[in-house]
């Protein structure tokens, strides 16, 4: 298995997992750009949204279920927080597992793009 974050989702290498349960892993970003940084993750491989499914909109949605869970554990619902999912080049997107970055703790500068 050669890619990083199926490694942190089978326990094979280190990462801070926040939460887990049968569909998707939440852990700290290794690099983070605001005092909560935080990627939720589908436990399944899939390289991006370019790849998912009809089978796999439960999954996903669950992802915004984790977000709100992690972001009330962090402590940052009521000042808010900004969920990313990069795709593909144009948006910066360098692991290929699909994840969905939870960043907050701060004021983020606006508009994106
Ligand atoms: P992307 O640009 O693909 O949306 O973001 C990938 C994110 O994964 C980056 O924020 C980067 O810091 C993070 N990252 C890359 N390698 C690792 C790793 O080995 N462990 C963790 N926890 N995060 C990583
Ligand atoms: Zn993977």
Do not use: W
Request: proline residues 5%; aromatic residues 4%; charged residues 20%.
């Amino acid at each position: 298995m050669n890619c990083i974050f199926c490694r942190i989702i089978a326990g094979e290498a280190p990462g801070e997992i926040l939460y887990q349960d049968e569909r998707v892993t939440a852990f700290r970003d290794i690099h983070p750009v605001a005092p909560t940084h935080v990627l939720i993750v589908p436990n399944k491989h899939l390289a991006s949204v370019n790849e998912m499914t009809g089978e796999d909109e439960t999954t996903l949605g669950h992802l915004l279920t984790v977000a709100r869970l992690v972001a009330e554990q962090e402590e940052i619902q009521a000042s808010g927080y900004r969920l990313i999912i990069n795709t593909g080049p144009h948006a910066g997107q360098v692991i290929h597992h699909l994840h969905m970055h939870l960043i907050g703790g701060q004021r983020m500068r606006y508009p994106m793009g």
